[in-house]
């Protein structure tokens, strides 16, 4: 099951998918990035994975970006790409390329907290209970089916980069869970409730 992964930052939630699930249920065997300095593609380098940078600045427009983008990842057969600390919003156009096969995890449990500083936003509303969630992307800003959620009480917690670094072993849980279900055949929308995903775990 060929997996591409897309990541803009220091990719720690790539790492997991690479020290846990790559050459097992999954290959990683393409990772894109907007930014060209991006130590995630300093991480699938180091393991001879395909790496590609796709700047905004190269592009006339998203949709351009995100053209390329796709085909890229088609020619190296991915089936599944997973938003991993991507902080671009994908284009239908891209979402086209990959129906149903574009998952992202975001820092707070949707649908509350959507976009970016999301646990900024959720310490501003007074929050005791944090958490991950591992989404189908869709059209919206983190708004497609929910595959998978975490919840985790800090009730006391109030320095957003302590909180942060709380949730990112519960992010590196849930995502290379959720990469190795989906390559298992176990997620499934269902078709009476698209917005529900069974999950057979
Ligand atoms: C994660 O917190 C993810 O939820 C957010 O970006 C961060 C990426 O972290 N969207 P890393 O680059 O995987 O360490």
Do not use: C
């Amino acid at each position: 099951f060929r997996v591409g992964v897309l990541a803009s930052g220091t990719g720690s939630n790539l790492q997991a998918i690479l020290d846990r699930v790559h050459g097992r249920e999954a290959d990683v065997v393409a990772v894109g990035s907007d930014k060209p300095g991006a130590r995630a593609l300093a991480r699938a380098e180091a393991l001879g994975i395909a790496t590609a940078t796709f700047p905004g600045a190269d592009f006339p427009d998203r949709e351009a970006r995100d053209t390329a983008m796709a085909q890229w990842l088609r020619s190296e057969g991915v089936e599944l790409v997973v938003l991993a600390g991507y902080m671009q919003i994908v284009t239908p156009t891209f979402l086209a390329a990959f129906p149903q096969r574009v998952i992202n995890v975001h820092p707070a449990l949707l649908p509350a907290f959507p976009g970016i500083r999301a646990v900024e936003q959720a310490l501003a509303y007074g929050v005791k209970v944090f958490g991950v969630t591992v989404h189908f992307v869709d059209e919206g800003v983190d708004s497609g089916p929910v595959i998978l959620q975490r919840a985790l009480e800090l009730p006391d917690v109030t320095d957003a980069d302590e909180i942060r670094a709380r949730l990112h072993p519960v992010e590196h849980d849930l995502l290379t869970s959720a990469v190795a279900l989906i390559a298992r055949g176990a997620v499934r929308p269902d078709p009476e409730h698209p917005r529900r995903i069974s999950v057979e775990v």
